[in-house]
């Protein structure tokens, strides 16, 4: 084949019931080709079959019969271009190889533009460009066909061959061995043939070149409107190919260690609760339900008075992830929001852990497997691991990859508008997944982006140009699309400034060598002490890995790369420590970083130790790095020193199943409906003590049947005071204070005058129909406080103690 053949050119034209038509094309492309036989010089026609019903395969014999160089192949019925374009090129001899269509939409005139740019700018491929600004459309499609069309070589460009303006244009001149060489690869039968090949020829380096060209749209297409869609199916199928076996197998380890590690859950969805998660669980499920429940009944979903009652809880202002709660709201309608829980936790901890894998093996290793170690740390670090507990906001990460990609190929300043503005299209899911990660993402991308400038200056100075326009164009996408919600969220009803944290927020600089709680060699005795709960063990690295962390920054300190995660990690591991931190084992207190931004917008709201997190890809990348240099190694003894070193840091690290206890069963006054007669419309059901971050156990009432009631107090973040500064749960009020009192001390105190003035007030601002009190430790003493507070005793009905106070309903 090739060279050796002595056939300069193939023209492969594949025909479908073209008896009309192929006569005349096959005419003028010979009269054309035999008008110049030295610049053509020898060339061979190939008319592929693809089973047509007429008579065009008759034609095409009858032509042959008349001109030698025109050969006939035919298909084994009809299965589409991509079939008969692959048959009828891997038949051929040419060094070069032009496809056109048999209705010659693109005179074959334009053969000699194409020709001339292959010649002269070393391309691989010069292919017709209906999009190229010097082309000529002299008979257009109708509008439809042409909307779709543009509309698919965006969608197109996006997904397989970006910068190719126009795939589908049938008039293709490709270097004749790296056409077969295509072509023998490819796969698809249908019209998504020419995406793929010119992917593969992306793939390979080969350049290609869009010509201008005549074209005119020819009645008879074979193109019909349902083969747009055929041609999306086959992308699909196209993007899953390349997908390599290892990648797969990458995957689906990352799926199997969250399956396993969520294994408690998942066998006990009905009653199963994780053991670490403090009141999450019930907050997260409920704002599943409720975001479904808004969806299905077309209501504001950034905004309930499901909880909080009758005042409401801003969802907005509180981490509701619209981005998965609303697209997984037939799941939670179906199944129920346990399921969508724990497929949240399972599938995004997963789909983190890909994520970093994928950007890693693209832009920093050579091997598969190093990448592999690299984003497993990343995703299933200490830190994240306890944020696993309660916290899916900060589990679910995957969309930060992509934003971190994204923002390098701003600095490589290829397609500027392009990528910014699906960076501002990313950043603006990943607000509806979190903002919070975000801005502490942002935080640690600013840190890598000043730690790389210093390291390599001539780098920094030809990406930031492109950058800041590429940033530029992103808000302008981004802004107006958050404009309203953020709007909602900070000035809407019960917005707040910001949230309190306390004094304790900060990382001791102990927790970054301390094994977590739920690390392989941990223990909850020595991580407690050192963290705000157990979902918030920010730090936790254990000292093994800082240790080889550090060793490895020593070892490949050449690399600016490497300069610049060891100071991305140790600025994150320093603000992290908050405004003021004490030296371990003294009484020496000193000023942090964070003190800088402790009070500014937005920063005033963040729990500082939380910054910590940014070291776990930092890490990861560092680890990835140092195997893929182990891996490249011909040095069997230092390989397998390093090998084995890093598996002595990650060892004690890796994470345990969650534990799971018994959540407490639901009152039959929930579930068999009592409570709708003691609640006319509008009013709430009081809980004693009332719902709060301490307990929520009655938002579980709610999500699990069907939210059928409204709630005083509950676990949301919400304003409290004249300067609405942000709280955990609701307003305290003096009753709700007492009844907390009371439960955790198990006596009923001596209520001196005015107590029952102050309960009936206070009810009266929950707007309560109804007081309920379920079976606790401690309900003898709440009991008899509530009936001192409402100076009458309590009927026992559906497995809890009811006091109905709403407003009088007339019978029948």
Request: proline share 6%; net charge neutral.
């Amino acid at each position: 084949m090739g060279m050796g053949t002595g056939v300069d050119l193939s023209v492969v034209i594949p025909a479908y019931n073209e008896e009309a038509r192929l006569r005349p094309t096959l005419d003028a492309v010979c009269a054309h080709l035999r008008a110049e036989p030295g610049r053509w010089g020898v060339w061979e026609l190939i008319v592929v079959d693809d089973g047509s019903t007429d008579a065009t395969a008759k034609i095409a014999q009858q032509a042959a019969a008349d001109e030698p160089r025109i050969h006939l192949v035919s298909g084994d019925g009809n299965r589409g271009k991509g079939s008969a374009l692959r048959m009828g090129v891997l038949a051929s001899y040419g060094r070069r190889v032009l496809i056109t269509d048999a209705d010659l939409a693109t005179p074959i005139e334009e053969l000699d533009l194409l020709d001339k740019q292959l010649a002269a700018e070393d391309s691989a491929a010069a292919i017709g460009s209906r999009a190229h600004p010097d082309s000529r459309i002299e008979i257009h499609q109708h509008r439809s066909r042409e909307w779709l069309g543009r509309m698919g070589n965006r969608l197109i460009r996006a997904v397989a061959v970006p910068g190719i303006h126009d795939t589908q244009c049938g008039f293709k001149l490709l270097d004749g061995d790296k056409a077969r060489a295509a072509f023998a690869d490819s796969r698809l039968d249908g019209w998504g043939i020419d995406v793929e090949i010119l992917r593969f020829f992306r793939r390979s380096g080969w350049p290609v070149t869009e010509v201008p060209v005549r074209w005119s749209h020819q009645d008879g297409s074979k193109v019909r409107p349902l083969d747009y869609g055929r041609v999306l199916l086959e992308l699909v199928r196209l993007r899953a190919r390349a997908v390599r076996r290892v990648d797969l197998a990458v995957m689906g380890l990352f799926l199997l260690a969250s399956v396993l590690l969520y294994k408690g859950l998942w066998a006990d969805l009905d009653r199963g609760y994780l053991a670490d998660a403090g009141s999450d669980q019930n907050q997260w499920e409920w704002f599943f339900a409720v975001t479904a429940d808004n969806v299905t009944h077309l209501r504001n979903p950034l905004f309930t008075t499901l909880q909080n009652n009758p005042e409401g809880v801003n969802l907005m202002a509180n981490t509701v992830m619209l981005g998965l709660s609303v697209p997984l709201t037939p799941i939670t309608l179906l199944l129920g929001p346990t399921v969508t829980w724990a497929l949240v936790l399972t599938l995004g901890l997963a789909a983190t852990a890909t994520a970093w894998y994928w950007l890693i093996a693209r832009r920093l290793t050579a091997g598969r497997w190093a990448a592999a170690l690299g984003g497993a740390l990343a995703a299933f670090a200490p830190p994240m691991i306890s944020h696993g507990n309660a916290h899916p906001n900060f589990l679910v990460l995957f969309m930060i990859p992509v934003i971190v990609d994204r923002a390098l190929r701003l600095c490589e300043g290829r397609n500027v508008v392009r990528d910014g503005l699906l960076l501002g299209l990313f950043a603006t899911y990943q607000i509806f997944l979190g903002e919070e990660p975000l801005l502490l993402a942002a935080v640690g991308m600013l840190l890598f982006a000043l730690s790389y400038a210093l390291a390599d200056r001539e780098a920094a100075r030809a990406a930031w140009r492109p950058l800041l326009k590429g940033l530029a164009v992103a808000a302008a996408v981004c802004l107006p699309l958050v404009a309203f919600p953020l709007g909602w969220q900070f000035f809407g009803p019960q917005s707040y400034a910001s949230v309190l944290h306390g004094d304790n927020a900060g990382n001791s600089p102990l927790a970054f060598l301390e094994f977590a709680g739920r690390s392989l060699l941990g223990a909850d005795e020595s991580a407690d002490p050192l963290a705000m709960n157990r979902t918030e063990q920010n730090a936790f690295y254990g000292w093994p890995l800082i240790a080889l962390a550090v060793a490895i920054v020593v070892w490949l300190w050449r690399r600016p790369l490497v300069k610049a995660l060891a100071f991305t990690a140790v600025g994150a591991a320093l603000l992290s420590l908050g405004p003021r931190f004490r030296i371990p084992f003294t009484d020496v207190v000193l000023p942090g970083p964070w003190r800088a931004l402790a009070h500014q917008p937005l920063f005033e709201s963040v729990i500082e130790s939380r910054v910590a997190m940014v070291c776990a890809p930092a890490l990861g990348v560092l680890v990835a790095l140092a195997v893929d240099r182990l891996a490249l190694t011909r040095e069997r003894a230092t390989q397998a020193v390093g090998l084995a070193a890093v598996a002595a840091a990650l060892v004690p690290v890796l994470p345990t199943p969650y534990p799971v206890r018994e959540r407490a069963e639901i009152p039959e006054f929930v579930t068999e409906g009592m409570y709708r007669s003691y609640l006319a419309e509008g009013e709430s059901m009081v809980v004693v003590p009332l719902p709060s971050p301490a307990g929520a156990d009655a938002l579980y009432w709610q999500s699990a049947t069907g939210l059928g009631f409204s709630i005083a107090g509950g676990y949301f973040n919400g304003p409290w005071g004249p300067e609405r500064m942000g709280i955990y749960g609701p307003t305290p009020r003096h009753t709700s204070n007492l009844l907390n009192d009371v439960r955790g001390s198990g006596r009923a105190p001596v209520l001196g005058d005015g107590w029952q003035a102050q309960a009936k007030a206070d009810l009266a601002a929950w707007n309560a129909g109804v007081v309920v009190l379920p079976p606790q430790y401690n309900d003898a003493a709440l009991r008899e406080t509530v009936e001192d507070l409402l100076g009458e005793p309590g009927e026992r009905v559906g497995g809890v103690w009811v006091w109905d106070v709403g407003a009088p309903r007339t019978q029948g």
